[in-house]
């Protein structure tokens, strides 16, 4: 298996621009999560899917913060508008039934000027 | 869950052991510990976890005190790959539940 695959790795993007994360979860994992990580806050969890129905989302920011995860082996993670202050790096990871390990994506890291 | 307590940051020789200390005094009978690390720009990387045994892999040794207060990971022959942030968290055996990772301890593996 390949992994958590995410992409873009990186992504610039100027003030006000849509930007959307996408992730591929490990094949056969139910759970999927998405975090962000800042210097300032560590790492934060944003919000997590089960069976691809959101289970909590109160780490979202706020309103321009969106995430769907339309089918097992894909979601994404959408900021519209973006502001300076996204800047992070995101990463997804994905659990398993008989597996008490999350697996972490390579990140992707987002600079909105 | 409950809260962890990790120095922020640590020094070790390449070669020696390096053992990481963890506090959660308010530890809950069901929850595990686990260890992650994450090596620089690179996504958290699961290392051991264990309930109230001492537990071992090929990657880590995980000792935890009888009364569960306290535990430390050890890496028995630090490599300079080994420097990462190491995250010490304790979490129900949920795979649902969250892992809230702190701002783990520093580890630098000096030549």
């Known amino acids: 298996d390949a992994g958590v695959i995410q992409s873009p790795r990186h992504e610039v993007t100027e003030m006000g621009q849509e930007v959307t994360l996408r992730c591929k979860p490990i094949?056969?994992?139910?759970?999927l999560f998405w975090y962000r990580q800042t210097m300032m806050r560590g790492l934060e969890l944003l919000i997590y899917?089960?069976?691809?129905?959101?289970?909590?989302d109160s780490g979202m920011p706020e309103d321009r913060f969106s995430a769907k995860m339309p089918n097992a082996s894909f979601s994404t993670l959408k900021i519209q508008p973006s502001e300076p202050r996204d800047s992070a790096v995101y990463f997804c990871?994905?659990?398993?039934?008989?597996?008490?390990?999350?697996?972490f994506g390579p990140g992707t890291r987002l600079t909105v000027l | 869950d409950a809260k962890t307590t990790q120095p922020p940051s640590m020094d070790c020789a390449e070669g020696r052991a390096a053992n990481l200390p963890c506090n959660h005094s308010?530890?809950?009978?069901?929850?595990?510990v686990y260890w992650y690390r994450q090596i620089h720009s690179q996504g958290p990387q699961y290392i051991i976890h264990?309930?109230?045994n001492n537990e071992t892999n090929e990657m880590a040794s995980l000792i935890i005190t009888e009364d569960r207060k306290s535990s430390t990971l050890i890496l028995p022959h630090a490599t300079l790959r080994d420097t990462a942030v190491y995250y010490c968290?304790?979490?129900?055996?949920?795979?649902?539940?969250?892992?809230?990772f702190g701002p783990g301890t520093r580890l630098s593996v000096l030549p």
């Open positions: 308010t530890i809950s009978g069901n929850e595990y």
């Open positions: 264990g309930l109230k």
């Open positions: 899917f089960n069976n691809n129905v959101p289970i909590d």
């Open positions: 094949s056969g994992h139910d759970y």
């Open positions: 968290i304790v979490r129900v055996a949920n795979y649902g539940q969250n892992f809230v």
């Open positions: 990871a994905s659990v398993g039934l008989a597996i008490n390990e999350q697996f």
